[in-house]
């Protein structure tokens, strides 16, 4: 029997254990290894990932997994991997565990993907390259542009930091168990953008506030959201899913200056 059936996938984990290891080859080769010499693989599982990361010969080169059946997994196949960090990423403190540039790769976990995006979004300036394999829905939807209606929140704050790249899609049928739908590999690369040129924690705000009525135009979802001293934007009568990242930037600049602040 394989060895590896010694680790089961523990559905509250949202565990779908990769079984190709041609596609776990493509996966770990998408890291272009530029910029950055350390490398964080979320939730390794039963490592058939880990083995090509090794290969690529990285100098700082460490796993977290949360699945202490998968820890002792990966100490036990992976001997010379000596830095197994047992916890949940989530909760994981980046500025005080690493002090360098890193990229970050993995399998992701349906049901925390977005979570984890989130996260690598708050600590962009350490966080130059992220390659993962998320639900195929969700990929799409981070790589897609102005005019898609799979264009929202994510895709706009993500663009706003990161080249965004769909690479390629893999089938269900190559993990254990197999997930009800495809999933979809994507590799986002931090851009030159240093600052928006705005106020950045409204911008954000900007964005959820409009795409959380994404059927209404923004005159209707800016007013719900925020106090104006003025309602003549001249773009007021689009929807969100019709701007560009740099049209929500200039958009954030003019409720900043129109909006009634609180003291």
């Given at each position: 029997?394989?060895?590896?059936?010694?680790?089961?996938?523990?559905k509250?984990?949202?565990?779908?254990?990769?079984?190709?290891?041609?596609?776990?080859?493509?996966?770990?080769?998408?890291?272009?290894?530029e910029?950055?010499?350390?490398?964080?693989?979320?939730?390794?599982?039963?490592?058939?990932?880990?083995?090509?990361?090794?290969?690529?010969?990285?100098?700082?080169?460490?796993?977290?997994?949360?699945?202490?059946?998968?820890?002792?997994?990966?100490?036990?196949?992976?001997p010379?991997?000596?830095?197994?960090?047992?916890?949940?990423?989530?909760?994981?403190?980046?500025?005080?565990?690493?002090?360098?540039?890193?990229?970050?790769?993995g399998?992701?976990?349906y049901?925390?993907?977005?979570?984890?995006?989130?996260?690598?979004?708050?600590?962009?300036?350490?966080?130059?390259?992220?390659?993962?394999?998320?639900?195929?829905?969700?990929?799409?939807r981070?790589?897609?542009?102005?005019?898609?209606?799979?264009?929202?929140?994510?895709?706009?704050?993500?663009?706003?930091?990161?080249?965004?790249?769909?690479?390629?899609?893999?089938?269900?049928?190559?993990?254990?168990?197999?997930?009800?739908?495809?999933?979809?590999?994507?590799?986002?690369?931090?851009?030159?953008?240093?600052?928006l040129?705005?106020?950045?924690?409204?911008?954000?705000?900007?964005?959820?506030?409009?795409?959380?009525?994404?059927?209404?135009?923004?005159?209707?979802?800016?007013?719900?959201a925020?106090?104006?001293?003025?309602?003549?934007y001249?773009e007021?009568?689009?929807?969100?899913?019709?701007?560009?990242?740099?049209q929500?930037?200039?958009?954030?600049?003019?409720?900043?200056?129109?909006?009634?602040?609180?003291?």
């Amino acid at each position: 029997m394989d060895q590896r059936n010694k680790v089961y996938p523990k559905k509250n984990l949202g565990q779908h254990f990769l079984k190709d290891t041609a596609i776990a080859s493509r996966i770990a080769g998408s890291l272009t290894g530029e910029g950055y010499n350390t490398v964080l693989e979320i939730g390794p599982g039963m490592g058939i990932l880990t083995g090509y990361l090794l290969e690529r010969g990285f100098s700082d080169f460490r796993v977290i997994e949360i699945d202490n059946e998968s820890v002792h997994y990966i100490k036990e196949h992976f001997p010379g991997l000596t830095n197994i960090i047992t916890g949940d990423f989530l909760s994981m403190d980046i500025e005080k565990v690493f002090d360098n540039k890193m990229a970050i790769i993995g399998n992701f976990p349906y049901n925390i993907s977005t979570q984890i995006l989130f996260k690598v979004l708050k600590h962009r300036e350490k966080v130059v390259e992220i390659t993962g394999m998320l639900q195929k829905e969700v990929a799409e939807r981070i790589c897609a542009g102005p005019g898609s209606k799979t264009y929202g929140i994510l895709s706009v704050l993500l663009q706003a930091f990161y080249k965004t790249e769909y690479l390629f899609t893999v089938s269900e049928h190559v993990f254990s168990p197999p997930p009800k739908v495809k999933s979809g590999v994507i590799r986002l690369t931090r851009n030159d953008v240093m600052s928006l040129g705005c106020d950045e924690v409204l911008f954000f705000r900007v964005v959820k506030a409009c795409f959380n009525q994404r059927r209404k135009t923004l005159r209707n979802s800016v007013r719900a959201a925020f106090e104006l001293t003025r309602d003549d934007y001249h773009e007021f009568g689009l929807r969100p899913e019709q701007l560009s990242v740099e049209q929500f930037i200039q958009l954030t600049r003019w409720i900043d200056e129109n909006r009634i602040k609180s003291e």
